[in-house]
């Protein structure tokens, strides 16, 4: 009972706040260094748009937003699917974060 209830908290904040669509600066260690995204770039602003629905809006921002809304909401899950979603999440993350910097 508690984890949905967690669950639910965490989908309210994702659903009833909305981040800038374009940050004023980026957090990112990786895109300081480089100037290319990494694979977790744009995740946040993601996450807020997958709450709201907005699907489009969210693999703009990131591609994999799906898979990342699957993966936290997975820890609220007990069994065996959620060490696959992570598995599999991290695999995903992975090789599009090499990807991104290659082709970006």
Request: hydrophobic residues 60%; aromatic residues 18%; glycine residues 10%.
């Amino acid at each position: 009972m508690i984890r949905w209830a967690m669950a639910a908290a965490l989908y309210g904040v994702l659903f009833f706040f909305t981040p800038a669509a374009e940050p004023r600066f980026r957090l990112c260690g990786f895109y300081w260094l480089t100037g290319h995204p990494c694979a977790l770039c744009g995740l946040t602003r993601a996450m807020f748009a997958m709450a709201k629905g907005h699907v489009a809006e969210a693999v703009r921002f990131n591609a994999l937003a799906p898979l990342g809304f699957a993966m936290v909401f997975a820890l609220f899950w007990s069994g065996k699917i959620t060490g696959r979603i992570w598995t599999a999440g991290m695999a995903a993350f992975a090789v599009y974060g090499v990807c991104r910097v290659i082709f970006s």
